[in-house]
């Protein structure tokens, strides 16, 4: 079997749908479904079953799309080991991210990289820690960036740290929250942001907010705190000097003001690829600076 025909299979896996498919493949659905009904014969036997709702991968498919994958995936990395022979800095950058990095801190550095080694392809995913240590642990990444204090037992790199700041257009003091009708603008996020947020209000208040709202985005909430529907608490990397809000640094008890860490995480082999390699040494320029 050609390698054109297991990738054929694995865009079908992952669609499981001819439509989609034959769009990602840039051919049309009788092309497409007739290529797979050469590739089943050739294996000799059904690889999904074919229905109004799409496609459904039958237990003889499972094995064989594990077996393509598997193939497609050495495949990738001898042609990055080749990659990393030639004069130019080559292959796929592959990086995981907390979301809230790849929509404030990493577009900079990505602008930088991409201006230096522009013979790089970048493949990018954003999420929570977890998702990106499972990544990571799955190998389908080189590198991940994650918030807290992540449980990974390999190569792991402190980035930043940023504050905890209460946001509001009206609210200028902590003590003021004990008295506002205003709701608490919260943002989805980590479980152990949430609980960091959670301990320090008990600690202040031994009750939680009258009202809140909760959004999806950290960018939703920021702008519903800025045209003052109410009062947020974000970490300083959201934050900008033109943001026209009362910007609160929030301490514990004992005066230690709350922050968010970022980390680096990798396996150590991850550096030996050139287009990692560099990667982290921009990383570390904008540490530095």
């Avoid at 025909?5 to 479904?33: C, D, G, H, T, W």
């Avoid at 230096?116 to 998702?131: A, D, H």
């Avoid at 939703?220 to 809000?245: H, V």
């Avoid at 982290?280 to 320029?285: A, N, V, Y």
Wanted: one cysteine or more.
């Amino acid at each position: 079997m050609q390698l054109s025909e297991f990738r054929i299979l694995q865009v079908l896996a992952q669609e499981l749908n001819m439509r989609k498919a034959s769009e990602r493949l840039y051919v049309s659905q009788p092309a497409l479904s007739q290529r797979l009904q050469t590739i089943e014969s050739n294996w000799g036997t059904i690889i999904f079953i074919r229905s109004q709702k799409g496609l459904t991968i039958t237990p003889a498919g499972e094995k064989i799309i594990a077996f393509v994958n598997e193939v497609l995936k050495k495949e990738e990395s001898v042609k990055e080991e080749l990659q990393s022979l030639s004069e130019h800095v080559h292959g796929t950058l592959k990086l995981a991210v907390a979301s809230i990095i790849g929509q404030y801190w990493l577009p900079h550095v990505l602008k930088e990289y991409v201006k230096l080694y522009p013979y790089v392809n970048i493949s990018l995913i954003t999420g929570w820690s977890s998702e990106i240590i499972k990544h990571l642990y799955e190998d389908r990444i080189h590198l991940g960036i994650v918030r807290g204090n992540p449980e990974w037992r390999g190569n792991k790199e402190h980035i930043l740290s940023d504050h905890l700041y209460l946001v509001d257009t009206t609210i200028s003091s902590i003590e003021e929250l004990s008295e506002t009708t205003k709701p608490f603008i919260q943002f989805r996020s980590h479980s152990t942001y949430y609980q960091e947020i959670q301990d320090w209000w008990h600690t202040q208040f031994n009750t939680t907010p009258q009202k809140t709202i909760v959004v999806d985005q950290i960018e939703t909430c920021k702008q519903m705190a800025l045209n003052g529907i109410g009062y947020a608490i974000l970490p300083s990397i959201s934050l900008r000097p033109e943001d026209d809000m009362y910007k609160i640094p929030l301490s514990d008890k004992t005066g230690n003001v709350l922050k968010r860490d970022t980390w680096l995480i990798h396996h150590g082999t991850a550096s030996e690829l050139k287009q990692v390699n560099v990667f982290m040494e921009l990383i570390q320029k904008f540490i530095n600076e």
